[in-house]
Nanobody
Framework: QVRLVESGGGLVQSGESLRLSCAAS????????MGWYRQAPGKQREWVAK???????NYADSVKGRFTISRDNTEKRVFLQMNSLKPEDTAVYYC???????WGQGTQVTVSS
């Protein structure tokens, strides 16, 4: 059974940083692309970042240059380092095994101005 558990969210001020972590109980984790998504109140869930099995990364324009996605295949974890946070980054952040229906439960990130 696949399980994804996000952690690391919290309340920070504008300009500060947070590091999200997603622990994945996925067989052959290293073979999957992993993604981070977010959903702000009243908005649709949106894609934030992706990392492939070869460690290639892609980012949404809104976070490019501020967020960094990484992975640890030994620990079966994917991370999202978020720097220079803005109030518009406030959302519930989810990790996902890309191209599957496996999602975590989310972790809340709130950025105050």
């Amino acid at each position: 059974q696949v399980r994804l558990v996000e952690s690391g969210g919290g309340l920070v001020q504008s300009g500060e940083s947070l590091r999200l972590s997603c622990a994945a109980s996925v067989s052959n984790f290293r073979l999957y692309a992993m993604g981070w998504y977010r959903q702000a109140p009243g908005k649709q869930r949106e894609w934030v970042a992706k990392i492939t099995p070869a460690d290639n990364t892609n980012y949404a324009d809104s976070v490019k240059g501020r967020f960094t996605i990484s992975r640890d295949n030994t620990e079966k974890r994917v991370f999202l380092q978020m720097n220079s946070l803005k109030p518009e980054d406030t959302a519930v952040y989810y990790c996902r095994v890309e191209t599957t229906t496996y999602w975590g439960q989310g972790t809340q990130v709130t950025v105050s101005s």
